[in-house]
T-cell receptor
């Protein structure tokens, strides 16, 4: 069965510093991978997704993620964060047998400090 | 504003009761997905409809049911409510029949259900 592990529950970082949010998945078949952001008291917003092709995926708000099949990872990165990036970030993978069922990680709370 | 609307925003009810949550997708979107977010279980996919037909089912309890109407809005019905059903319920919409397309999935603001 597929599962998603977000290795850090909280990541504190100073403004303008780089950040990496880690995500590992387990699956014996091909999957699609997603990163979502949830700002306080709001719904989720898709940051980026990997379906196929280039392993480096660029998303909105300056975020990017790299799909590494051998390490079964899909880490999210941003070279310089802003206060406004403070939010909860979720990694998700589709379940085999149907590319409609998302399995989410537990989330990583990114706190950007001035 | 994602263009996906959900009503009501908040719902407080008692154990054993039944409630209906409503979702209106973005104009033109045929797919509606329902998710539950709780402190215990995190984010879970419940069910998806595409153009009126059930497309995929996730961890949806038998006490829960959903449907998508001809005008494409969807309703999630929760019955025999238990304390553990307290959660934020999101719906999301997209134009494509599955997440395997480049279409973006847009989320509504959610309905917060509190069961007392």
């Amino acid at each position: 069965a597929q599962s998603v592990t977000q290795l850090d529950s909280q990541v504190p970082v100073f403004e303008e510093a780089p950040v990496e949010l880690r995500c590992n998945y387990s699956s014996s078949v091909s999957v699609y991978l997603f990163w979502y952001v949830q700002y306080p008291n709001q719904g989720l917003q898709l940051l980026l997704k990997y379906l196929s092709g280039s392993t480096l995926v660029k998303g909105i708000n300056g975020f990017e993620a790299e799909f590494n099949k051998s390490q079964t990872s899909f880490h999210l990165r941003k070279p310089s964060v802003h206060i406004s990036d403070t939010a909860e970030y979720f990694c998700a993978v589709t379940l085999s047998g149907g590319y409609n069922k998302l399995i989410f990680g537990a989330g990583t709370r990114l706190a950007v400090h001035p | 504003d994602s263009g996906v609307t959900q009503t009501p925003k908040h719902l407080i009810t008692a154990t054993g009761q039944r409630v209906t949550l409503r979702c209106s997708p973005r104009s033109g979107d045929l797919s509606v997905y329902w998710y539950q977010q709780s402190l215990d279980q995190g984010l879970q996919f419940l069910i998806q409809y595409y153009n009126g037909e059930e497309r995929a089912k996730g961890n949806i309890l038998e006490r829960f049911s959903a449907q998508q109407f001809p005008d494409l809005h969807s309703e999630l019905n929760l019955s025999s409510l238990e304390l553990g059903d307290s959660a934020l319920y999101f719906c999301a919409s997209s134009g494509a029949p599955s997440l395997a397309f480049t279409d973006t999935q847009y989320f509504g603001p959610g309905t917060r259900l509190t069961v007392l």
